[in-house]
């Protein structure tokens, strides 16, 4: 009898294993005449040469798997115990109609038609700007987009930036080392990639610069090639700031800016970078524009009325010129 341990690394061992081990289970029925045993992190496979090398492959089958869906389900076993069966029920898709599966096996897919066009036009274009209220799904589903690229191998990294306008980007102040220091401001990105990816995927992920999660600051003079790149809350950014980020763009990159221009940090007198640039590049071919709206709120029922009221009485109070205006492109892939 021959004998092979295989050791789990990285992997969540619930999402993996299933319930009670009953994804083993299912393997070890297939197989009668071996012995297949799940201990802590380790599987150990005891047969005969030709059955340990069969049940080596599904097992590398799945492990590949899990990498890629973050979850091993009993129609996954399935597939790879009979793969001429059809099973690509659990394949991401290539369409905006569902992004991809979530850590817990959600499904997370647009909630509203604008969210449903944000995630057309980032699949169309490799510069993408979405403008909207807090709450419309901006930042959600351009994390969904960026871990779905990931893993469909389309790009080879995730680089997600905010304007740490609070503490003048300077950081010093703070207590704590650097991770310290900017975890706050980049908490609704940690939130959403948990959402996405198991833990200790997205632990590893982390560790090896596979996404990078970064003050804009960290951006300067780099460049971003092969990677899904998205700048948060862009309407915080000075103009400077933009110029160089948007100039940060490689060959192979997908960059996405999102930007809510009622919610601007900066000083009194500093102009905000995403209202210059939006202008600036309204007439560029190539670049796609998504405005969401109040109706595009999927939080509470009540922040969508609060939404609406700022908006009809923004409406009365400014007027409708400078810098903060509605974009109109001539582009006709415009989405507002």
Request: no cysteine.
């Given at each position: 009898?021959?004998?092979?341990?295989?050791?789990?690394?990285?992997?969540?061992?619930?999402?993996?294993?299933?319930?009670?081990?009953?994804?083993?289970?299912?393997?070890?029925?297939?197989?009668?005449?071996?012995?297949?045993?799940?201990?802590?992190?380790?599987?150990?496979?005891?047969?005969?040469?030709?059955?340990?090398?069969?049940?080596?492959?599904?097992?590398?089958?799945?492990?590949?798997?899990?990498?890629?869906?973050?979850?091993?389900?009993?129609?996954?076993?399935?597939?790879?115990?009979?793969?001429?069966?059809?099973?690509?029920?659990?394949?991401?898709?290539?369409?905006?109609?569902?992004?991809?599966?979530?850590?817990?096996?959600?499904?997370?897919?647009?909630?509203?038609?604008?969210?449903?066009?944000?995630?057309?036009?980032?699949?169309?274009?490799?510069?993408?700007?979405?403008?909207?209220?807090?709450?419309?799904?901006?930042?959600?589903?351009?994390?969904?987009?960026?871990?779905?690229?990931?893993?469909?191998?389309?790009?080879?990294?995730?680089?997600?930036?905010?304007?740490?306008?609070?503490?003048?980007?300077?950081?010093?102040?703070?207590?704590?080392?650097?991770?310290?220091?900017?975890?706050?401001?980049?908490?609704?990105?940690?939130?959403?990639?948990?959402?996405?990816?198991?833990l200790e995927k997205l632990k590893f992920y982390q560790e090896?610069?596979?996404?990078?999660?970064?003050?804009?600051?960290?951006?300067?003079?780099?460049?971003?090639?092969?990677?899904?790149?998205?700048?948060?809350?862009?309407?915080?950014?000075?103009?400077?700031?933009?110029?160089?980020?948007?100039?940060?763009?490689?060959?192979?990159?997908?960059?996405?800016?999102?930007?809510?221009?009622?919610?601007?940090?900066?000083?009194?007198?500093?102009?905000?970078?995403?209202?210059?640039?939006?202008?600036?590049?309204?007439?560029?071919?190539?670049?796609?524009f998504v405005e969401m709206k109040s109706e595009d709120v999927?939080?509470?029922?009540?922040?969508?009325?609060?939404?609406?009221?700022?908006?009809?009485?923004?409406?009365?109070?400014?007027?409708?010129?400078?810098?903060?205006?509605?974009?109109?492109?001539?582009?006709?892939?415009?989405?507002?």
């Amino acid at each position: 009898m021959v004998e092979k341990v295989i050791t789990l690394e990285n992997i969540s061992l619930i999402d993996f294993l299933g319930v009670e081990n009953q994804n083993i289970k299912q393997l070890a029925a297939a197989f009668p005449s071996s012995k297949i045993i799940s201990r802590g992190n380790e599987i150990k496979i005891q047969g005969k040469t030709p059955e340990i090398t069969q049940i080596n492959e599904i097992l590398s089958s799945l492990i590949e798997h899990y990498h890629k869906y973050g979850k091993i389900t009993h129609t996954s076993v399935n597939r790879y115990l009979a793969p001429d069966l059809d099973g690509d029920e659990e394949l991401i898709p290539t369409s905006p109609d569902v992004i991809l599966y979530g850590s817990r096996g959600n499904v997370i897919k647009p909630k509203t038609p604008n969210q449903k066009k944000l995630a057309e036009a980032i699949e169309k274009n490799d510069l993408v700007f979405v403008l909207g209220p807090a709450g419309t799904g901006k930042t959600y589903v351009a994390v969904a987009m960026a871990v779905r690229a990931l893993k469909n191998k389309e790009v080879k990294k995730i680089i997600i930036s905010r304007p740490v306008v609070e503490a003048g980007e300077s950081l010093g102040f703070l207590p704590g080392d650097m991770k310290e220091k900017v975890d706050p401001y980049l908490r609704p990105i940690y939130d959403a990639l948990e959402d996405m990816i198991p833990l200790e995927k997205l632990k590893f992920y982390q560790e090896n610069k596979i996404i990078e999660i970064a003050p804009l600051a960290y951006m300067r003079g780099r460049t971003l090639s092969s990677a899904f790149v998205l700048l948060d809350e862009a309407q915080n950014t000075t103009p400077m700031q933009m110029k160089m980020f948007l100039t940060r763009m490689g060959q192979g990159a997908k960059v996405v800016v999102n930007g809510d221009r009622s919610q601007v940090d900066l000083p009194k007198k500093q102009k905000s970078g995403l209202s210059e640039t939006l202008n600036i590049l309204r007439d560029v071919p190539g670049i796609g524009f998504v405005e969401m709206k109040s109706e595009d709120v999927v939080r509470h029922k009540l922040v969508k009325d609060i939404v609406a009221a700022y908006e009809k009485f923004e409406a009365h109070a400014v007027p409708d010129f400078g810098p903060d205006r509605p974009i109109r492109p001539a582009n006709p892939d415009y989405n507002a």
